[in-house]
Structure formats: C-alpha cells, structure tokens
C-alpha cells in the first residue's frame, strides 16, 4: 500500500520568507500527484497536479517539483502572505485512487 | 454554482438510524470518489466509481453504501450509523485524461455528528 508522509506537521513563518513543504511516498509508480489547500473546517482547493513524466509545475508564487525515483515532492511557496496560512495536503495517484499525506499545517506571521 | 456539490453541509443524527450523503458535479467527470477526513489520519477513499456500472471499495467501505444514479450524481449511505462515523465528509471527481493543473475537484464537504 502507498503510504504518503509530509514534514513538518506545522510551520510558522513570518509574512515574506520564501518556504518549503515536503513531501514523501514509498512506492514510486504513480500516476500523477496533486498539491491541495484546505482551510479550517473547508474543503480541498487543487493547487497543482504534476504528472508522472513532468519533473516540476508552477502556479503564480507556487511551484511544485517531482522526483518520482526518490518518492519525494516539494511545494515551493515564494513571499509568503498571512492568506497561505492553511493546511496543505499532498496526494498521490496509483492509477485507481489518490493516497493523501497528513498535511502540513501552515501559519504565516503578519 | 459549484463544480462539486455536497447535501447536507452539515448533519446531527443518532446511533442506529440510516442517512444518506449526496453529491452531484457539472465537471462531466466520469470518476466519481467518497472520501471520509478524521483529524491526524488525513483522507482515506470509501468508495469510487469510474462509471455508472462501475463501483468499487475503497480502503475503509465496512458500514457504508454507495449508489451511482447518473454520471452526475453519487450517493454514500450509512445505513445504521455509530459514533465513530463522525468525520468529514468529501465527493471528489476526477478525469485522467486531462492535462489540466486541476485534475481532482473535491466538494466542499459535509460534516456528520453521530449521537
């Protein structure tokens, strides 16, 4: 079974630093993976999807890497705004079904 | 209007009675997923269809049900539910031939109280 792991479970960081989120997998055929927010008691929001084949993605201050050889991914998130603070999930795609990490709780610092 | 709707947004029910979540999309997406959320263990998938004739378990399918009535529209049932179903609950869909950046939307979520 995928198992899908992300570090650190929270992080605080003032208004402008530059952050990353990890993300891991144990099992390295996939399908495509998926970045989502979640806001407190909402729903998911897809940040980005990076397919199998790609190596990165970038969505205006987001971007996302991929190495699937190592089973890991980052989420690269430039000038951070008190706005990020959410829960970031990431999810991994066997082909049937997406496996989701535990999140990474963010609070960014006005 | 919503790409992914979910009824109720929220319900309170008691120990033993039948409730049905339900979820409609206008993505035209054919694969269609439950998911249930619990603080600290992430998202673990009920059930999924990838067509109307086409339902499969998930990882954690033991008390609940599903029906597919259309492309649009996939239910969960619980049909005698217990205090440890209180969860969040996400219908997500998905296309796997998009090359989109978006390719799994999920519905806002419906939060269940079992008393």
């Known amino acids: 079974k995928q198992e899908v792991t992300q570090i650190p479970a929270a992080l605080s960081v003032p208004e402008g630093e530059n952050l990353v989120l990890n993300c891991s997998f144990t099992?390295?055929?996939?399908?495509?993976l998926q970045w989502f927010r979640q806001d407190p008691g909402k729903g998911l929001t897809s940040l980005l999807l990076?397919?199998?084949?790609?190596r990165e993605q970038t969505s205006g201050r987001l971007n996302a890497s991929l190495d699937k050889s190592s089973g890991r991914s980052t989420l690269y998130i430039a000038a951070s705004q008190p706005g990020d603070s959410a829960t970031y999930l990431c999810?991994?795609?066997?082909?049937?079904?997406?496996?989701f990490g535990t999140g990474t709780s963010l609070t960014v610092i006005p | 209007d919503a790409d992914v709707t979910q009824t109720p947004r929220n319900r309170i029910t008691k120990t033993g009675k039948r409730i049905m979540l339900e979820c409609s999309q206008t993505?035209?997406?054919?694969?269609m997923y439950w998911y249930r959320q619990d603080p600290g263990l992430g998202l673990q998938l009920i059930y999924y269809?990838?067509?109307?004739?086409?339902?499969n378990k998930g990882e954690i399918s033991d008390g609940y049900s599903v029906s597919r009535q259309a492309q649009a529209k996939f239910s969960l049932s619980l049909e005698s539910a217990i205090p440890n179903q209180t969860a969040l609950y996400f219908c997500?869909?998905?296309?796997?031939?998009?090359?989109?950046?978006?390719?799994?939307?999920f519905g806002s979520g419906t939060r269940l109280t079992v008393v």
């Open positions: 099992d390295s055929a996939i399908y495509n």
């Open positions: 997500a869909t998905s296309d796997p031939e998009t090359r989109d950046i978006h390719g799994y939307t």
């Open positions: 999810a991994v795609n066997t082909g049937n079904q997406f496996y």
């Open positions: 990076i397919q199998s084949s790609q």
């Open positions: 993505k035209g997406h054919d694969r």
């Open positions: 269809s990838f067509d109307v004739k086409d339902i």
